[in-house]
Protein backbone atom coordinates (compact mmCIF):
# COMPACT_ATOMS: atom_id res chain seq x y z
CA UNK A 1 0.00 0.00 0.00
CA UNK A 2 1.47 3.50 -0.72
CA UNK A 3 0.37 6.52 1.01
CA UNK A 4 1.23 10.27 -0.28
CA UNK A 5 1.48 12.54 3.00
CA UNK A 6 0.97 16.25 1.78
CA UNK A 7 1.20 19.35 4.17
CA UNK A 8 0.28 22.70 2.74
CA UNK A 9 0.38 25.19 5.57
CA UNK A 10 3.21 28.12 5.85
CA UNK A 11 3.53 27.93 9.79
CA UNK A 12 6.61 25.32 9.56
CA UNK A 13 7.06 24.01 12.68
CA UNK A 14 4.19 26.16 14.28
CA UNK A 15 1.70 24.11 11.95
CA UNK A 16 -0.96 22.13 13.84
CA UNK A 17 -1.96 20.33 10.39
CA UNK A 18 1.71 19.24 10.16
CA UNK A 19 1.73 17.76 13.67
CA UNK A 20 -1.80 16.00 12.80
CA UNK A 21 -0.81 14.84 9.36
CA UNK A 22 2.20 13.53 11.17
CA UNK A 23 0.31 11.48 13.76
CA UNK A 24 -2.05 9.64 11.11
CA UNK A 25 1.16 8.75 8.81
CA UNK A 26 2.73 7.65 12.36
CA UNK A 27 -0.64 5.51 12.87
CA UNK A 28 -0.87 4.05 9.84
CA UNK A 29 3.20 3.32 9.55
CA UNK A 30 3.00 1.92 12.94
CA UNK A 31 -0.32 -0.69 11.62
CA UNK A 32 1.47 -1.19 8.28
CA UNK A 33 5.29 -1.61 8.50
CA UNK A 34 5.47 -2.14 4.85
CA UNK A 35 3.71 1.04 4.06
CA UNK A 36 5.40 3.01 1.24
CA UNK A 37 5.12 6.85 2.30
CA UNK A 38 6.10 9.31 -0.08
CA UNK A 39 5.90 13.25 1.22
CA UNK A 40 5.56 16.42 -0.78
CA UNK A 41 5.47 19.78 1.33
CA UNK A 42 3.57 22.34 -0.68
CA UNK A 43 4.75 25.17 1.20
CA UNK A 44 8.63 24.44 0.75
CA UNK A 45 8.43 22.44 -2.80
CA UNK A 46 5.32 24.66 -4.02
CA UNK A 47 3.31 23.57 -7.63
CA UNK A 48 3.34 25.92 -10.32
CA UNK A 49 0.13 28.08 -10.70
CA UNK A 50 -1.75 27.57 -14.01
CA UNK A 51 -0.70 30.15 -16.37
CA UNK A 52 -1.48 30.55 -20.31
CA UNK A 53 2.05 28.82 -20.62
CA UNK A 54 1.35 26.02 -17.99
CA UNK A 55 -1.53 24.81 -20.47
CA UNK A 56 0.03 25.87 -23.36
CA UNK A 57 2.75 23.33 -22.28
CA UNK A 58 5.85 25.20 -23.58
CA UNK A 59 7.67 24.85 -20.46
CA UNK A 60 9.17 21.80 -20.53
CA UNK A 61 10.58 21.85 -16.52
CA UNK A 62 7.14 22.48 -15.27
CA UNK A 63 5.47 20.17 -17.73
CA UNK A 64 7.90 17.26 -16.56
CA UNK A 65 7.10 18.61 -13.06
CA UNK A 66 3.37 18.38 -13.75
CA UNK A 67 3.41 15.03 -14.72
CA UNK A 68 5.50 13.25 -11.41
CA UNK A 69 3.39 15.48 -9.84
CA UNK A 70 0.04 13.64 -11.23
CA UNK A 71 1.52 10.09 -11.39
CA UNK A 72 2.46 10.83 -7.47
CA UNK A 73 -0.97 11.08 -6.93
CA UNK A 74 -2.13 8.38 -9.10
CA UNK A 75 0.06 5.61 -7.73
CA UNK A 76 -1.18 7.08 -3.66
CA UNK A 77 -3.38 4.22 -2.83
CA UNK A 78 -4.03 6.64 0.62
CA UNK A 79 -3.58 10.65 0.67
CA UNK A 80 -3.39 12.25 4.22
CA UNK A 81 -3.62 15.81 3.40
CA UNK A 82 -2.85 18.96 5.62
CA UNK A 83 -5.58 21.64 4.89
CA UNK A 84 -5.64 24.64 7.10
CA UNK A 85 -8.30 26.96 6.54
CA UNK A 86 -6.49 30.05 4.77
CA UNK A 87 -9.22 33.04 4.24
CA UNK A 88 -12.04 30.82 4.56
CA UNK A 89 -10.67 28.02 2.12
CA UNK A 90 -7.53 26.07 1.20
CA UNK A 91 -4.06 27.60 1.20
CA UNK A 92 -3.59 28.63 -2.77
CA UNK A 93 -0.84 26.02 -2.54
CA UNK A 94 -3.13 23.52 -2.45
CA UNK A 95 -5.32 25.00 -4.86
CA UNK A 96 -2.34 24.54 -7.69
CA UNK A 97 -1.58 20.95 -6.49
CA UNK A 98 -5.40 19.84 -7.37
CA UNK A 99 -5.07 21.94 -10.85
CA UNK A 100 -2.45 19.49 -11.39
CA UNK A 101 -3.87 16.17 -10.39
CA UNK A 102 -7.46 17.47 -11.94
CA UNK A 103 -6.37 16.37 -15.74
CA UNK A 104 -9.19 15.62 -18.28
CA UNK A 105 -8.51 12.25 -19.49
CA UNK A 106 -6.23 10.74 -16.86
CA UNK A 107 -8.61 11.56 -13.71
CA UNK A 108 -11.72 12.32 -15.23
CA UNK A 109 -13.69 12.67 -18.30
CA UNK A 110 -16.89 14.18 -19.97
CA UNK A 111 -19.23 11.70 -21.61
CA UNK A 112 -22.52 12.59 -22.35
CA UNK A 113 -24.13 11.62 -19.22
CA UNK A 114 -21.56 14.10 -18.13
CA UNK A 115 -18.62 14.46 -15.90
CA UNK A 116 -17.35 10.44 -14.85
CA UNK A 117 -14.42 10.08 -12.15
CA UNK A 118 -11.23 8.07 -13.49
CA UNK A 119 -9.31 7.96 -10.17
CA UNK A 120 -11.70 6.39 -7.79
CA UNK A 121 -9.91 3.25 -5.07
CA UNK A 122 -8.67 6.11 -2.89
CA UNK A 123 -9.36 7.08 0.58
CA UNK A 124 -8.34 10.32 1.55
CA UNK A 125 -7.84 11.97 4.80
CA UNK A 126 -7.98 15.85 4.90
CA UNK A 127 -6.32 17.15 8.09
CA UNK A 128 -8.82 20.78 8.70
CA UNK A 129 -7.08 23.10 11.32
CA UNK A 130 -9.07 26.46 11.75
CA UNK A 131 -9.04 28.94 13.75
CA UNK A 132 -12.49 29.99 14.08
CA UNK A 133 -15.54 27.62 14.08
CA UNK A 134 -16.66 26.66 10.41
CA UNK A 135 -18.05 23.15 10.62
CA UNK A 136 -21.41 23.77 9.02
CA UNK A 137 -21.58 27.01 8.86
CA UNK A 138 -21.86 29.34 5.25
CA UNK A 139 -18.16 30.35 6.13
CA UNK A 140 -16.71 26.90 5.11
CA UNK A 141 -15.39 26.72 1.47
CA UNK A 142 -12.60 24.34 2.61
CA UNK A 143 -14.23 21.33 3.32
CA UNK A 144 -17.35 21.29 1.05
CA UNK A 145 -14.93 21.95 -1.90
CA UNK A 146 -12.81 19.63 -0.91
CA UNK A 147 -15.42 16.95 -1.05
CA UNK A 148 -16.56 17.90 -4.29
CA UNK A 149 -13.06 18.03 -6.30
CA UNK A 150 -12.67 14.29 -5.29
CA UNK A 151 -15.93 13.13 -5.59
CA UNK A 152 -15.72 14.46 -9.41
CA UNK A 153 -12.19 12.50 -9.59
CA UNK A 154 -14.40 9.44 -8.16
CA UNK A 155 -13.28 9.71 -4.87
CA UNK A 156 -15.75 9.29 -2.21
CA UNK A 157 -13.91 7.80 0.50
CA UNK A 158 -12.82 11.30 2.09
CA UNK A 159 -12.46 11.47 5.83
CA UNK A 160 -11.79 14.78 7.88
CA UNK A 161 -10.14 15.44 11.07
CA UNK A 162 -10.50 18.66 12.35
CA UNK A 163 -9.12 20.94 14.77
CA UNK A 164 -11.18 24.04 14.99
CA UNK A 165 -10.99 27.28 17.06
CA UNK A 166 -7.24 26.88 17.59
CA UNK A 167 -7.05 30.71 17.72
CA UNK A 168 -9.47 31.44 20.50
CA UNK A 169 -7.64 30.78 23.29
CA UNK A 170 -4.54 28.60 24.37
CA UNK A 171 -6.83 26.11 25.84
CA UNK A 172 -9.20 25.50 23.13
CA UNK A 173 -5.80 24.90 20.86
CA UNK A 174 -4.99 22.48 23.37
CA UNK A 175 -8.66 20.76 23.49
CA UNK A 176 -8.66 20.96 19.30
CA UNK A 177 -5.88 19.27 19.17
CA UNK A 178 -6.14 16.63 21.58
CA UNK A 179 -10.19 15.61 19.94
CA UNK A 180 -8.63 15.83 16.57
CA UNK A 181 -5.89 13.35 18.03
CA UNK A 182 -8.37 11.45 19.50
CA UNK A 183 -10.73 10.94 16.22
CA UNK A 184 -7.28 9.84 13.66
CA UNK A 185 -8.34 7.84 11.32
CA UNK A 186 -6.81 3.38 11.67
CA UNK A 187 -5.78 1.68 8.72
CA UNK A 188 -7.93 -0.89 9.90
CA UNK A 189 -11.10 0.35 8.73
CA UNK A 190 -9.10 0.73 5.16
CA UNK A 191 -8.37 -3.06 4.98
CA UNK A 192 -11.67 -4.04 6.21
CA UNK A 193 -12.95 -2.54 3.45
Known amino acids: MKLLHMDSS ?60 LQQFLEADVLVIGAPMYNFTVPSTLKAWIDRIAVAGRTFRYTENGPEGLAGG ?39 VRAEGVAYSPQHRSDAIDQALAALPQPAAALAA
Open 10 to 69: ALGGNSISRQLTAAVVETWHKALPDLVVDYRDLDSEPVPHLTGASLAGTNEAEKADAERT
Open 122 to 160: KRVIVVSTRGGLHTGAPTDFQEPYLRQIFAFLGINDVEF
